[in-house]
């Protein structure tokens, strides 16, 4: 079998919610998420999606993740597409870094073997441990009493995974922290999550404001590692990372100098289900535990990353994100679908999700031209 086209599609996606704001004063309501098609000679066809989180969160933006598969795509053609390391090989032997624009490939590669071979990808990355896993959301920064209210809400749907938006005046932030505290129960897990939001001086005020909260996990308070591990030396909450652990190394040393307890597996960050999967199990054989989620997008993404949750096992896996849960926009029926505050993974082949080609219109670029 070999790689006969690839397509580049753009799919707009809105925050279900009107605007999601994070640390920083960054304020998204809209994102161009970008999907790609990779059709074999075969018959078989597999998609996967990238949708950067806007241009400042991480150093990746959509415009980049189309200029890099520009590069990418015509390097690929003629490739056997079940080959994934040939694939991802031949990505690298093109483009040095840029992990989230071949993730879309990737995961396509993964979709469409799964097709050809009559297998789920969930079942291609080890087995099906679980068939259902919990759920988070993530709460914008608000007012304590905003912030409060949205998690009630969401909890009434049946969420009990909780991710606070914080990183601003430490003060304000132990507020919001502690009233969503007060205000939930025993069965409910809050992560407060600062997006690098504050230096090593502010994280620490912010640590130790927090320290007696119950049910409480700190995620990446700084924007480095080095500020990160010093802010874990000074509190006993324990420590998720995300923005700064993207390969192997990075995550060797957030457990071995950082004291990381968890740590947030964005496929797309990480540069697809080849290395999420490499990733995934390391964190298993250190016993570290993961959020399985991406930067931002809808079906495809949700899909991807359900089946990465659905294969690791129970203990490991921290929360899981479905996307799909916080856009307006759905190009695959809305599937996967969560159900009171917990996934699961499509049991058909591949991802297991249908994408609706005619909603998307005209591809963006087509390779061979």
Request: proline share 6%.
């Amino acid at each position: 079998m070999k790689i006969a086209a690839i397509e580049v599609h753009h799919f707009a996606l809105s925050y279900v919610h009107g605007v999601y704001t994070m640390s920083g004063g960054r304020r998204i309501s809209s994102l161009p998420s970008t999907l790609v098609r990779v059709i074999s000679d075969a018959g078989y066809e597999g998609w996967g999606e990238v949708c950067p989180l806007g241009s400042t969160y991480l150093p990746q933006h959509a415009g980049g993740a189309r200029a890099a598969l520009a590069l990418l795509a015509p390097a690929l053609i003629g490739l056997d597409p079940t080959n994934h390391a040939l694939v991802y090989d031949t990505m690298d032997s093109v483009l040095s870094g840029h992990a989230y624009a071949k993730s879309p490939i990737d995961v396509a590669c993964w979709d469409l073997t799964g097709k050809a071979w009559g297998a789920s990808v969930a079942d291609m990355l080890g087995g099906v441990r679980q068939h259902r896993f919990p759920l988070y959301f993530a709460v914008p920064l608000g007012t304590p009493e905003e912030m409060t209210r949205y998690v009630l809400a969401r909890r009434a749907e049946g969420i009990h995974r909780f991710q606070l938006k914080i990183g601003g005046d430490p003060t304000l932030d132990a507020l919001r922290a502690r009233q969503v505290i007060d205000s939930t129960g025993p069965e409910d897990l809050v992560v407060g999550d600062a997006n690098c939001g504050w230096r090593l001086n502010e994280a620490l005020v912010a640590a130790r404001a927090m320290e007696q909260l119950p049910r409480f996990y700190f995620e990446q308070p700084c924007p480095t590692m080095e500020e990160c591990i010093e802010v874990r030396r000074h509190t006993s909450l324990p420590m998720v990372y995300d923005e700064i652990v993207d390969d192997a190394p990075s995550l060797i040393r957030a457990v071995r100098d950082g004291g990381a307890g968890a740590f947030n597996l964005k496929v797309s960050k990480v540069g697809g289900l080849t290395k999420a999967r490499l990733l995934r199990d390391l964190a298993q054989e250190l016993g570290v535990q993961l959020t399985v989620e991406d930067t931002w997008g809808g079906d495809l993404v949700s899909a991807a990353s359900a089946h990465i949750a659905a294969s690791t096992r129970e203990r490991s896996l921290l929360s899981v994100s479905f996307m799909n849960d916080w856009t307006s926009e759905h190009v695959a029926g809305y599937q996967p679908r969560s159900r009171d505050g917990f996934g699961s993974a499509p049991g058909g082949p591949g991802l297991g999700v249908e994408v609706d080609v005619a909603a998307l219109g005209a591809p963006l670029q087509r390779y061979p031209a």
